[in-house]
C-alpha cells in the first residue's frame, strides 16, 4: 500500500537530503569576504563595489555521491511496500548512513575552514546543518508507523 502515511514521511525524509545540494551547512566570514560550505564543497565569497566574486576552493564530490545515495534510499524503501520488514531495515539503515553523514559533515566543513585560517563555530551553522537530523526524525516515524502496520495486519489475521 504505496498511499500509507509512511510514505509521506519516506518521502520528506528523501527530500530533506535532496535539500542538502541547496542549502549549505555553514557560512563565515566578514560582509565583504565569506565561506560558505555546502555538499559540493567550499566556495569563497568576496563583494567588490556591489559585485560578487566566487572561488571554489576544496571539493566534496564523494560526500555529494554519499549524500545523493542516501536521499534515494527512502526513495527505495517506499517501492518496498510488499516487505514491511524489509522497510523496517532499509530504514535503520538509513539512519546509521546519516549519522555518518553528520558526522562526515562536521569533520569536512572543520578541516576546510582550518585550511583558510576560519575555525568552526556554532553561530557559523546554516541550515543545511538542520537537515540531517530532522531527517531522521521523519525515518523514525516513518518506522513506527511501519510497525503499525504489521500489527495491524497480524491483528487481522488473527481475527481470520
Known amino acids: 500500500m504505496i498511499q500509507r502515511i509512511q510514505t509521506i514521511w519516506l518521502l520528506i525524509a528523501s527530500l530533506l537530503l535532496f ?3 541547496i542549502f549549505p551547512f555553514a557560512k563565515t566570514g566578514l560582509s565583504s569576504q565569506y565561506f560558505e ?3 559540493y564543497g567550499i566556495s569563497k565569497f568576496e563583494v567588490d563595489s556591489g559585485k560578487i566574486t566566487t572561488t571554489h576552493g576544496f571539493s566534496f564530490i564523494m560526500m555529494a555521491l554519499y549524500t545523493l545515495l542516501i536521499a534515494l534510499l527512502p526513495l527505495y524503501t517506499i517501492f518496498q511496500y510488499k516487505n514491511r520488514p524489509l522497510q523496517i531495515k532499509l530504514a535503520y539503515v538509513s539512519i546509521a548512513l546519516s549519522v555518518l553523514l553528520a558526522m562526515w559533515m562536521y569533520f569536512a566543513t572543520s578541516s ?3 585550511n583558510v585560517g576560519m575555525t568552526l563555530q556554532i553561530s557559523h551553522m ?3 546543518t538542520f537537515l540531517v537530523p530532522v531527517h531522521i526524525v521523519f525515518l523514525i516515524l516513518a518506522i513506527q508507523n511501519i510497525k503499525r502496520d504489521i ?4 491483528s487481522a489475521d488473527r481475527l481470520r
Open 19 to 21: 535539500a542538502l545540494f
Open 37 to 39: 560550505v555546502n555538499v
Open 112 to 114: 576546510a575552514l582550518n
Open 126 to 128: 546554516d541550515l543545511g
Open 151 to 154: 500489527a495491524l495486519i497480524k
